[in-house]
């Protein structure tokens, strides 16, 4: 029979319950039907129940981990909180201590992030290792023990604050969707695939807002935050989106690192990612311009302004790469242009 460790000390019934269910080879990973909020051609947008409490239980976990202010334990939920049943309120503690030791630290790349979310979302590569299914079983047991406390106290609102950012960008994408979708296809040189993405909208994300998991053979899963302003929600989809046409082993990264090869430079780990804000910022302010709309702000540009080695990537990337997406020049000229342009090491003094 399989016991497994967990970080506090659960009741005895809670581990009655995990030990019955994993020992007799049973699974809880059967993800529910989902329906999304509203679907375009290429994204469906979705404010699911679980997915965004597994967010919640994540940022609650780095809170705590680092003593910092989490849910129900600062903010306006505090009075709902302590207004719930003793056994709620411990279920939802002794869960956030689960995330912050199992879940939580790391990146959302890991491998616990990793399996919770596409499980979540209900992709076809979800645990089928057995060390994988017991770990997301696990997950599933004391996601359900914290259940009550966010659907009490966080669940209503939350979903309203969902909706709204979706119902609000559905309409740009009617007007923008197909224009900006082709154009991207073409710069990154990768037909779309795995449409419509699916587009999870959350609270919190992490640091960054916003991040995307590539699958094989084709397409992905978009996390969001509803935090991210709704004038650049259009240029946050779409940049996410465009990690699905930038992968390793595309166009746009194989002619970067070709070019670096070729010249013998060692390119800057994050030079890409700046290639990809800048392509797809450009084409959603370009496309904007052109309907009408002058003025949009890119978020490279934001970005720039607060993160030095970025602002100068930037604007080497200013200077070579508008050739290449107005058809003067080849793909494979303007990467071997920009990483020419690149800064060189200083030689070690002999």
């Known amino acids: 029979m399989i016991q497994p460790a967990l970080p506090f000390q659960a009741s005895r019934c809670a581990l009655f319950f995990i030990v019955l269910v994993l020992g007799t080879g049973a699974s809880l990973a059967q993800t529910p039907e989902q329906a999304?909020?509203?679907t375009t051609p290429h994204f469906a947008f979705y404010s699911d129940f679980e997915t965004?409490?597994?967010?919640a239980l994540i940022a609650a976990g780095n809170a705590r981990k680092h003593a910092k202010g989490e849910l129900f334990h600062a903010g306006p939920e505090v009075a709902c909180f302590d207004a719930l049943a003793p056994s709620a309120r411990a279920a939802w503690d002794r869960v956030v201590d689960y995330y912050a030791e199992i879940v939580s630290p790391g990146r959302f790349t890991d491998r616990p992030q990793y399996l919770l979310r596409a499980y979540l979302a209900g992709f076809p590569d979800r645990p089928t290792d057995a060390s994988s299914r017991q770990f997301v079983d696990i997950a599933a047991i004391f996601r359900e023990a914290a259940a009550p406390a966010f659907s009490a106290c966080r669940w209503?609102?939350?979903?309203?604050?969902?909706?709204?950012?979706i119902g609000a960008l559905v309409p740009r994408l009617a007007a923008y969707e197909q224009t900006i979708a082709s154009r991207l296809?073409?710069?990154y040189q990768k037909r779309w695939t795995g449409l419509p993405i699916r587009v999870d909208v959350v609270e919190t994300v992490d640091w960054s807002g916003a991040n995307t998991i590539i699958l094989e053979p084709g397409g992905g899963?978009?996390?969001?935050?509803?935090?991210?302003?709704?004038?650049?929600?259009?240029?946050?989809?779409?940049?996410e989106a465009s990690h699905l046409l930038m992968d390793r082993r595309d166009p746009v990264q194989e002619a970067l690192e070709g070019a670096a090869k070729s010249l013998g430079v060692e390119l800057p780990a994050d030079l890409w990612h700046v290639v990809l804000f800048y392509m797809t910022g450009e084409t959603v302010s370009e496309i904007l311009d052109a309907a009408g709309e002058p003025g949009y702000t890119p978020m490279l540009d934001e970005i720039a302004a607060r993160n030095r080695r970025w602002d100068g990537y930037r604007k080497l990337i200013a200077g070579v790469w508008p050739a290449y997406m107005q058809g003067t020049q080849p793909l494979t000229d303007a990467a071997a242009d920009l990483v020419r342009a690149l800064p060189q090491?200083?030689?070690?003094p002999k």
């Not at 209503?156 to 709204?164: I, V």
């Not at 899963?221 to 709704?230: M, P, R």
């Not at 090491?345 to 070690?348: L, T």
């Open 156 to 165: 209503s609102a939350l979903d309203g604050k969902n909706r709204h950012w």
């Open 52 to 55: 965004n409490l597994n967010d």
């Open 345 to 348: 090491p200083e030689p070690s």
């Open 36 to 38: 999304p909020v509203a």
């Open 185 to 187: 296809e073409a710069l």
């Open 221 to 239: 899963h978009i996390l969001v935050s509803n935090e991210n302003d709704l004038p650049h929600a259009l240029e946050v989809v779409f940049h």
